[in-house]
């Protein structure tokens, strides 16, 4: 009986967040372990099919890199990386659409549907709805010496995003899963950042909430401290002062440009953990970090 009273307990807490999130838009970036581990793979589509039987409307953008790696390998193609990003020439443009695109993808959408959500698969080529264009990337060769621009291939950054295909699709009750490829003017492929495919789709949607599933609990302060909540003036002030480093950069700078661009709050979370989307939006204290304007 107790354990029923607290189930109960927990349902009530959750009660105030769900009417707050009701019919609104939650962009989640799905990666890291979440992804590889099948009980976190389960329950992460259990936490989405829930959250749109509640009148929640998710959009899920996915990674691979992992994925792409193995293909890689296996089809004896060498990656390079400049400043984190892969370089992409055009067979390994055509490994990552197929990857991403072809098995992914597909897969993410399947385990949705077999455990009772409507999801659909997406690309940035399906009715444009991610326009993008060849990154450009400066890097120092030598000291006292001017940066030189540096050849990504079809390495590309976010232009425009079509949301009147993800609103036509919300308007009849499926679940978008966005493959983060984007399509140049050319017509051409473009291999693009899931953050930052994620944060300007939140942008373009005006989302109640952007969501990156990562690897780590979040943004730690100086003494490895979780950091619950904090601006995004805080956030500045932690990269300036070193706390924020690596690959927690790039995170936090893409959650602040999402705000910027009037996405209502942020979060960086632990994907690891089990139903962490639920964890941080309904409850109390949450288990990730919130970044606020």
């Known amino acids: 009986m107790d354990t029923s009273i607290e189930k109960a307990s927990i349902l009530i807490e959750s009660l105030p967040y769900i009417k707050q999130f009701y019919k609104k838009t939650v962009v989640i970036k799905y990666g890291g372990h979440a992804m590889v581990d099948e009980e976190l793979k389960k329950n992460f589509a259990l936490d989405i099919i829930l959250m749109k039987y509640i009148g929640i409307n998710p959009v899920v953008v996915h990674g691979g ?30 490994v990552v659409e197929m990857v991403l695109v072809g098995k992914v993808n597909k897969e993410i959408v399947g385990l949705i549907n077999f455990h009772g959500g409507k999801a659909i698969g997406l690309s940035g080529r399906d ?50 899963v966005i493959a983060p490829v984007g399509v140049g003017e050319d017509g051409g492929s473009y291999n693009i950042n899931a ?72 979060h960086i979370v632990d994907g690891r953990l089990k139903h962490a989307i639920l964890l941080e939006m309904f409850t109390r204290e949450g288990i990730g970090t919130e970044i606020v304007r």
């Open 127 to 176: 009715g444009d709805l991610i326009k993008a264009r060849k990154m450009q990337v400066m890097k120092s060769m030598a000291e006292n010496a001017p940066p030189e621009l540096i050849d990504l291939g079809r390495v590309g950054e976010v232009t425009q995003v079509n949301p009147e295909v993800l609103i036509t699709l919300d308007s009849q009750d499926f679940i978008p």
């Open 195 to 266: 953050d930052l495919v994620a944060g300007a789709v939140a942008s373009h949607l005006q989302a109640e909430k952007l969501i990156l599933l990562t690897d780590v609990e979040g943004v730690l302060d100086r003494e490895g401290k979780l950091i619950a909540s904090m601006t995004s003036l805080e956030a500045d002030e932690m990269i300036a002062s070193g706390v924020a480093k690596g690959g927690m950069i790039p995170k936090i700078r893409c959650c602040q440009e999402a705000l910027a661009q009037g996405v209502g709050k942020a």
């Open 65 to 94: 890199g992992p994925q792409i790696n193995k293909f890689l390998q296996k089809m004896n193609i060498q990656s390079n990386y400049v400043q984190g990003m892969r370089v992409t020439d055009g067979e390994t443009m055509d």
